[in-house]
């Protein structure tokens, strides 16, 4: 966020990407990154959030053993963005903020069970990674449509390419926060914080836990204590971290080693212009444009990659209905890369039974790798169907020669007498399409 540092990959060597200003060292300054700064406003105008002109910087203070400078830059009372909305299935969720930080490097803790020593290791890879925090207001009611959210948000992030918002990697971490109230009343409890949740699921049981652990307290005459605490995967089950530290307790100031930022009013426009079509927009696009079923839209515009390949897949030339099949059965779970036009001819090879669907999936392997045209793969791997009834009408004859008793037991009305004809039919000619072949064999007995 303040310096050149790489981000480093998940499982690259601990404190392989540092540098003097993430590490805090005496006399460096912090330069703000400004591809981080567009990210966040990119991301705060398709939250459709306002962009005020004057935004800063500013020190948090704490100690602990992750955060080397002892304070945290981040953003305290003017934000980069505020007062925007997230679609959500029909429903308007308010997006309060949307700031800019530092991330924090990470503890590990190890235990050696032979000395019952207990180490912790610190790793700063991530200290001073580009942190967004997108908060909302308290406008989701479930964990249902909190994971929704989560999960649209992710859609989002990805669709105008900003991060690639994988929670396993930590690239996208929910904090939800939790109260409850009394059916009937408009005043929510005191709220508890879930910290740095990494999966959709967990994030789905944290707060099914949290709300039924809430409301048994209050219900055996006990009180909520403003904390903030964690989820344990392995035990299914929140825990507290800390009592809630409060704002002041983190004696926020404007951080001396940076400029107030003004953000250029063109800069914004430029933005808006330039941004791509959101995933929802795109998803109900997909629909109307190219009929599609509403769970195929969903799947395709969730990703822009997949998305672009399908339209520029039907504009070759392909049936928008196989080339979603294509995608998603195919593609998608494969992490093929086909072109285009590849892709339309192949849909075309196996919707017109020149190939069969097996066949298919073959050949889109090969090309996705090879970059060779469908046809050609088909041709060379000899996948190429034989349809053309003048050819096969011979084949046809020869076969109603060879099984004189299956033939009298059909025209008998035995109709299974035809399973017979057509294994004798693929073994003297392996490349006959099937549906031709058992037409012209149906009308040579018929
Ligand atoms: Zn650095």
Known sequence: MFCGCAVSQLGAEPNSSVCEICLGMPGVLPVINRAAVEACLKTALALQCEIPRHTKFDRKNYMYPDLPKGYQISQYDLPLSVNGRLDLDGRQIRIRRVHLEEDTGKLIHAGDKLHKARESYVDLNRAGVPLMEIVTEPDLRSADEARRYAEELQTLLRGIGVSDADMEKGQLRAEPNISIRRSGSDELGVKTELKNINSFRALHRAILYEVARQAQVLESGGTVVQETRGWSDSEQRTFSQRTKEFAEDYRYFPEPDLPPLEIDPTWIEELKRSQAELPAARRARLV?????????????????GLA???????????????AANWIIGEVAPHGLNPSAPNLAELVRLVTEGRITRDQGRQVLHESGESGEAPSAIAARRGFEQVSDAGELAGIVDAV????????????????????????????????????????????RLG
């Open 308 to 322: 672009d390949l399908f339209e520029s897949t039907v504009a070759s030339g392909a049936d928008a209905r196989h």
């Open 288 to 304: 109307s444009q190219y009929e599609l079923p509403a769970n195929d839209a969903v799947l395709i515009a969730a990703d822009r």
């Open 400 to 443: 109603v020669a060879a099984h004189p008793k299956a033939v009298e037991d059909y025209r008998a009305g035995k109709k299974q007498a035809m399973q017979a004809l057509m294994a004798d039919l693929r073994k003297r000619a392996p490349q006959a399409n099937p549906k031709v072949a058992s037409d012209l064999l149906l009308k």
